[in-house]
């Protein structure tokens, strides 16, 4: 097995829970930067890495970096990478780019010059003009950051957020990868009940209960380099056994999700279903107001509107203000919440314990957390 250098992409500010994840699979061999997690594998680890994180946005194979602030410099030394070691006599490989802060602004005239400079060193390669593009797909970055070039091709195909469940959305749909972080970072366990008042099409329900069931979350999905000859199959074979031998599918769940959406919360029974747990996660159309809970000590997990493209600004702090009431009433549970708002503490009733910064998007959020009580070994979990 080849030492690789890979590259998980993520969300600015959740590059510490990807470090983790990655720890957690065995990889400490690792550098944190924004906006992505540098990490040191072998071909078993593109596997795995698609496989099994639930917070990054894709899995990039490094293949060189260099400064370049010249069109021939760019050229020449994208030219002398290894490009034969993973791209095939007929392989498909487009070429992606972006330039921050270079001298070589132009986009465009990068990704053609790295384009013909792959072609030139191919040609040597395998003896021919000329090359039909019929095979695997290997697609290309260019990434130029002050006159730094870094040269990848994705590993993943489309982004680690589509889990392969939810065919159908509803409008400013949560992505999976940010819901599992929002349950990552609550700390919430699978022996406490979790809800969610504010599901809309169910994405932070049924990301609890995968993490719940230790189910991998790339194991209803396919990935791009599956069909790379690069990556002998007994790795994938090994990784999709790996994730059927983790998966813990009869464990009780005590995980719920409201809307008063009645549309929403269909395609919520959908996803779910479509995620194989049905029987799994509960749902009930009910207002905010009316929320309840039997259970101690559970989590509110949660992903509010926020009046930019759901419903007006005083419909978001009417459903505040009964969010807050509802946290007054289940006096032992913790409250998780992402929003745009920057003093949800006017609505809760008390100011948050802890805030970190995150983006739905485009859109600068924060996820507030209010902590509940600690729960002890003599507490009953059901309020009788």
């Known amino acids: 097995m080849s030492k690789l250098e890979l590259i998980a992409t993520t969300v600015f500010g959740l590059e510490a829970l990807v470090a983790q994840e990655l720890k957690d699979l065995g990889y400490d061999r690792l550098t944190v930067e924004n906006g992505r997690v540098t990490f040191i594998a072998d071909e078993a680890g593109i596997c795995r890495s698609n496989m099994w994180l639930r917070c990054a946005e894709r899995i990039l194979l490094k293949i060189g970096t260099f400064k370049a602030v010249t069109f021939e410099e760019l050229f020449q030394q994208t030219k002398a990478l290894p490009w034969e070691d993973w791209l095939p006599l007929k392989a498909q490989f487009p070429v992606n780019g972006k330039s921050v802060k270079s001298k070589l602004f132009s986009v465009s005239d990068c990704q053609a010059l790295v384009k013909k400079a792959i072609v030139e060193k191919l040609k040597e390669t395998y003896n021919c ?34 889990r392969g469940y939810r065919q159908l959305t509803g409008p400013a749909p949560l992505k999976e990868t940010l819901a599992a972080a929002m349950i990552k970072l609550s700390h919430w366990h699978r022996d406490r009940a979790l809800l969610d008042p504010f599901c809309g099409t169910g994405t932070i329900v049924i990301e609890a209960a995968l993490i719940a069931q230790n189910r991998a ?27 059927l031998d983790m998966w813990e599918k009869d464990i009780l769940l005590n995980i719920y999700g409201s809307d008063i959406d009645s549309k929403a919360l269909q395609l919520a029974r959908l996803n779910t279903a479509q995620a194989g747990l049905a029987e799994k996660v509960h749902y009930q159309r009910l207002p905010v107001a009316e929320v309840r809970s039997r259970f101690a000590y559970g989590h509110l997990i949660t992903n509010p509107p926020y009046g930019e493209r759901i419903g007006s600004f005083a419909d978001v702090e009417k459903a505040y203000k009964e969010l807050g009431e509802v946290f007054e009433r289940l006096e032992t549970w913790s409250l998780h919440m992402l ?46």
């Open 129 to 162: 003009s000329w090359f039909e593009e019929s095979g695997p797909r290997y697609t290309i970055e260019v990434a130029l950051l002050k006159d730094m070039a870094t040269l990848t091709i994705d590993t993943t195909g489309l982004g680690l957020h589509k």
């Open 217 to 243: 979350p790339g194991l209803k999905r396919n990935f791009v380099s599956e069909n790379w000859p690069n990556i002998p199959q007994i790795c994938w074979q090994e990784t999709w056994q790996e994730a």
């Open 339 to 384: 929003t745009n708002q920057p003093h949800p503490e006017q609505f809760i009733g008390r100011r948050w314990d802890k805030s970190r910064k995150l983006y739905n998007g485009r859109l600068e959020c924060h996820f507030y957390q209010f902590f509940g009580p600690r729960p002890n070994r003599k507490s009953p979990d059901l309020l009788l």
